[in-house]
Structures are given as C-alpha cells and as structure tokens.
C-alpha cells in the first residue's frame, strides 16, 4: 500500500509497507537524501544522504517483529530512559505502534524547504496499568534542504485527575561509523558522568577526546549543545545539536555483550556507536496542561572539521 501524503518539486511524503508489512513513512528531499520512520515505535530506521549512503546503523539480525524494539535506527526511550522500577528496559514508546498526526498544534515557526511528518503516541489501556499518567507525545521528524535530520519531541499531561508526572527521555541515535576503534568523539571532555558498567557510580572524564577500546554504558551529564563524531576514515563527522536535552548516553557493547545480543551480530559493534540526547539526570516533570520539547538535530559535515571546534561551519 502506497498513500502520498505531499508532494512539493522533488520533495515528498509516502506512507508504504516496510519489513513485515509495518507501516513506515518515506521522506525524500529534492538533492536524494531520504528518512525512513516506522510507526512501530516512532522510529527512524534510515537516514540516508545524497549519495545514498546510510548513515545510521541497523543490525542485520534486527528484527521488525512487535512487541520486540527494533536493533539499530533512532529508537525513542520514553517514560524512561535506562532500567528503572516496573516498567520495561528504556520504556515502552519503543515496542508501541505511533500514528500520523494530521492536526498537530502549530509550531512558532513554519519550517521553509523541509519535509516533515507528525507522529503521535498515547498509552494503551495496558500501559496505564504500568506506568498511570496520561499523555501525547508528538514528534516531528523533519529532512532540511542539507540533508539535515530534525527530530523533535512534544510531551504534554493529559492527566485526567490532574496529577503531574515525571519522565526521563532520549533520542537513543545508532550512528553508522567505519570502525570504532578509530572514532574519536568532541564534546564531552571534562564532564561528570555515570558509569552504567560500575552501579552508575559519578566519575569525571579526562580532557581528551572519547576514543574506544573496550565497552562503554555512560551518560554524560550537563553536555554542551553540541557534541561531534568523528570519523576520519569515511572523512565524515556528525554533529548533534540538541536543545531540551541535556545529558548524553554513550554506548557500545564491544565483543563479549555483542555475542550475547540475539539481534546483533557478533563484529557488528564494530560499526556502531549509539550516542544518546537524553534528560537523564533531572527527570522532567510536568503538571496538567504542561508541554515539554526537546529537539536533536544530525547534520554531517565533511572530515576537514577542526578538531576541538565544535561549529560545523569552521573548516579548517
Ligand atoms: O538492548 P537495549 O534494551 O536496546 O539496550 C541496550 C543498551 O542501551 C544503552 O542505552 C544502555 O545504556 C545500556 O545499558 C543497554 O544495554
């Protein structure tokens, strides 16, 4: 089944049947760069540029089978991020299906050139019984005449008795790399972070760039607006611009976890790195009425990015 949403010049919006006939949204812009979005989970399984390169990761054992998340892409960690009390690992927006949002309140500012689609999920009667608050969480997914992708969240309290809730979130983004061991990541230097690995007990990072030789499970808290992946040998860098979002995840299973992963392949972590917009440390808490947003935007910038600059536009 095919349903165009919006066709504009080159750039459009289709709704077609993705793995195991679930449904997933298609946007392409003008120059060739495209976004897939499932709505089984809200989640962006594809982002690619104008070359037709993939730039997230997804596991070839993925599996696209509900109620299990999906291996890879742009999963949503929402009411919570990470393992806390009854409610499953990361939350269950994840395993959920989303639908399109044909009427989402207006945004202060209509964007010019990019294609978009608006999601919405709400809790099943069977997540109230988990997790007893009642909310929208809308979400943009956005491709920019660059090939820039913009992701951006709106939660509100839809609390019938009134009460106000709190949540943890993240954008938990799997990006694609040539190979880990050569990766160096920008912007997280000198922070305080919580060790997944050691009872998320706080330590503080050195000064030099994040490289990888072993696993990691760490958030990072308090992070800059922008943090740089740098990947010398694609001679490419992401950039992650993030507003409402003030923690990082960062994570890679290495070899040992890998093998236990049914949905991963055993030198897959090889080619992976999640890097993680989240707000971890401070959940966000929201009375009736209430909206919070939090954005994540990804842009690739070319290789000749200046180390220790994190402004995409400086070129060395
Ligand atoms: O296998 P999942 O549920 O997608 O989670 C994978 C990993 O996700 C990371 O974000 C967590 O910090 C890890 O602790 C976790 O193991």
Not at 91 to 103: C, E, M, P
Not at 208 to 215: G, K, M, R, W
Not at 229 to 235: A, N, S, T, Y
Request: hydrophobic residues 35%; glycine residues 6%.
């Amino acid at each position: 089944m095919t349903e165009e949403i919006s066709t504009s010049g080159n750039r459009s919006v289709e709704i077609i049947d993705g793995i195991n006939g679930l449904q997933k949204v298609v946007l392409h812009q003008h120059h060739g760069s495209s976004v897939e979005v499932y709505l089984y989970g809200g989640h962006v399984t594809s982002w690619k540029n104008e070359q037709g390169e993939e730039l997230l990761f997804m596991s070839n054992k993925a599996t696209f089978t509900p109620p299990n998340p999906i291996r890879g892409g742009i999963p949503i960690c929402f009411p919570h991020f990470s393992n806390v009390g009854s409610i499953e690992l990361h939350g269950f927006a994840r395993n959920r299906l989303w639908s399109v949002d044909n009427d989402p309140p207006p945004f202060p500012t209509n964007p010019t050139n990019r294609v978009f689609i608006d999601l919405i999920f709400k809790s099943t009667e069977d997540d109230l019984k988990t997790w007893p608050h009642s909310f929208e969480y809308r979400l943009r997914v956005s491709l920019g005449p660059v090939g820039d992708l913009l992701l951006t969240s709106r939660v509100r309290n839809t609390n019938t008795d009134g009460k106000p809730f709190s949540f943890t979130v993240a954008y938990k983004t799997y990006f694609s790399v040539s190979d880990i061991s050569e990766i160096r990541v920008e912007g997280l230097e000198t922070l305080d972070y919580l060790d997944n690995l050691q009872n998320r007990e706080r330590f503080t990072e050195q000064g030099d760039a994040i490289t990888f030789e072993s696993e990691i499970d760490k958030v990072y808290l308090s992070t800059p607006t922008k943090i740089a992946i740098i990947d010398h040998e694609k001679k490419r860098t992401f950039v992650i611009r993030k507003d409402g979002l003030p923690d990082a995840g960062v994570w890679n299973p290495w070899d040992k976890k890998a093998k236990a992963m049914p949905d991963f392949g055993d030198d897959e972590y090889k080619h992976m790195l999640c890097v993680e917009a989240a707000a971890v440390e401070y959940p966000i808490t929201l009375k009736l009425g209430e909206e919070w947003k939090g954005r994540q935007q990804l842009l690739v910038v070319h290789s000749s990015y200046c180390s220790g600059k994190l402004d995409p536009h400086i070129v060395c």
